[in-house]
């Protein structure tokens, strides 16, 4: 919650807070009904459960980097993970 109130906040939009660890699927299942961009902030090490329930296979994500963005686009029947560096802090990559 932390990380993303304030970002809401300036942005003038509720934070959903309905979904607890291990529930992947049902966060996955919600973002995909919705209507708008989706950002979904979550523990690191549950990216590839994320991914998973998009048919893509991640690899762990590494503890301590927390400068990237996971980008999941659609690409035609599937999906499409792009990772971009943030840049918004020194030492980001």
């Known amino acids: 919650m932390r990380t993303v109130t304030p970002l809401g906040s300036d942005l003038k939009l509720t934070v959903q807070t309905q979904f607890a660890l ?10 995909l009904d919705a209507a708008a961009v989706v950002l979904i902030c979550w523990h690191h090490e549950r990216i590839p459960k994320i991914a ?9 994500w590494p503890d301590g980097v927390f400068d990237r963005i996971l980008v999941f686009d659609r690409a035609g029947d599937g999906w499409r993970l792009s990772v971009i560096p943030q840049r918004v802090l020194p030492g980001d990559a």
């Open 22 to 31: 291990h529930q992947e699927k049902p966060l996955v299942a919600a973002a």
């Open 52 to 60: 998973a329930e998009l048919g893509l296979a991640v690899d762990q």
